[in-house]
T-cell receptor, first 115, second 114 residues
Framework: DAGVIQSPRHEVTEMGQEVTLRCKPI?????LFWYRQTMMRGLELLIY????????DSGMPEDRFSAKMPNASFSTLKIQPSEPRDSAVYFC?????????????FGPGTRLTVL | SQELEQSPQSLIVQEGKNLTINCTSS?????LYWYKQKYGEGLIFLMM?????EEKSHEKITAKLDEKKQQSSLHITASQPSHAGIYLC??????????????FGQGTTLQVKP
């Protein structure tokens, strides 16, 4: 099993540019989660999807952030325009079922630096 | 304020020593997860506890759940340099239990001196 795949692993961009982070969940998993990790705020849930449908986006910081899941094997997190305070490690995680307490498996993360 | 508090925030131990990390919730726990993270890498799932009094072990790592105290502890016996990293607890609380949304503590950074 390849696990959760994220790309790119590292991204350096300039303020104002659009950034797109990508995630491929574990095959057969029905739920997908986007998290952001910073030293100051720790690991924060941004948004999650069940069966490709966004369920809770209350953690999305601003309208500059958007996420899509066009099919069961792909999701994107977009920041437009990016700002230096968006610098963080962004993780994607997936879970087998839509509810309950199944284990979430994390990808390796994308380290984003906005200059 | 944090819904999940971990203590200590950081820990340095000599190789071979035992150690304990605690995770306390301000809400009733429904499911409690322990993950380990190495710098620059993703989170690796260690264990999940659901029932009060439940205890699970994996190699030299043991986790317990005290539902009454809304607390979990992670105990490492005879620590090794390979145990070094950041340990995070995640919890499913009653408010979100039907969707399994996890909230995380701030993490405990463990260093093991050879």
């Amino acid at each position: 099993d390849a696990g959760v795949i994220q790309s790119p692993r590292h991204e350096v961009t300039e303020m104002g540019q659009e950034v797109t982070l990508r995630c491929k969940p574990i095959s057969g998993h029905n739920s997908l989660f986007w998290y952001r990790q910073t030293m100051m705020r720790g690991l924060e849930l941004l948004i999650y999807f069940n069966n490709n449908v966004p369920i809770d986006d209350s953690g999305m910081p601003e309208d500059r952030f958007s996420a899509k899941m066009p099919n069961a094997s792909f999701s994107t997190l977009k920041i437009q325009p990016s700002e230096p305070r968006d610098s963080a490690v962004y993780f994607c995680a997936s879970r087998a079922t839509s509810g309950g307490t199944d284990t979430q498996y994390f990808g390796p993360g994308t380290r984003l630096t906005v200059l | 304020s944090q819904e999940l508090e971990q203590s200590p925030q950081s820990l340095i131990v000599q190789e071979g020593k035992n150690l304990t990390i605690n995770c306390t919730s301000s809400k009733t726990l429904y499911g409690l997860y322990w993950y380990k993270q190495k710098y620059g890498e993703g989170l690796i799932f260690l264990m999940m506890l659901q029932k009060g009094g439940e205890e699970k072990s994996h190699e030299k790592i043991t986790a317990k759940l005290d539902e009454k105290k809304q607390q979990s502890s992670l105990h490492i016996t005879a620590s090794q340099p390979s145990h070094a990293g950041i340990y995070l607890c995640g919890a499913v609380t009653y408010g979100s239990s039907n969707t399994g949304k996890l909230i995380f503590g701030q993490g405990t950074t463990l260093q093991v001196k050879p």
